[in-house]
Nanobody
Framework: QMQLVESGGGLVQTGGSLRLSCTGS????????MAWFRQAPGKEREFVAAIGWNGANQRYPDAVMGRFTISRDNTKNTVYLQMDSLKPEDSAVYYC???????????????????WGQGTQVTVSS
């Protein structure tokens, strides 16, 4: 059982940066692949980034490639999402998710992740 709490969302201007954090508890953090998803009103949940249990393997969709960076610190039970060069289309509720997996390469499908945080709002102004 894993409980996840996101933080760090807010209002930023176009081109700005923001770092989201997600802290897990209830189980050994290093046993989980971690991911970030986002969902805007009226749209389906969208994959943003994923990272394997040891942090060595990271995956991104084209929409955020080169702008977002996922990282983790298992000592702090925390996964981060550094977002740079933000655009208005990045505005969404951002969710962190956990999948108990020791696979080297994390999955990108939301259905693979069994634990989810409550979400944190990111709004990018024009």
């Amino acid at each position: 059982q894993m409980q996840l709490v996101e933080s760090g969302g807010g209002l930023v201007q176009t081109g700005g940066s923001l770092r989201l954090s997600c802290t897990g508890s209830g189980d050994t953090f290093g046993n989980y692949a971690m991911a970030w998803f986002r969902q805007a009103p009226g749209k389906e949940r969208e994959f943003v980034a994923a990272i394997g249990w040891n942090g060595a393997n990271q995956r991104y969709p084209d929409a955020v490639m080169g702008r977002f960076t996922i990282s983790r610190d298992n000592t702090k039970n925390t996964v981060y999402l550094q977002m740079d060069s933000l655009k208005p289309e990045d505005s969404a509720v951002y969710y962190c998710a956990a999948e108990r997996s020791l696979a080297w390469v994390p999955t990108t499908a939301p259905t693979s992740y069994e634990y989810w945080g409550q979400g944190t709002q990111v709004t990018v102004s024009s």
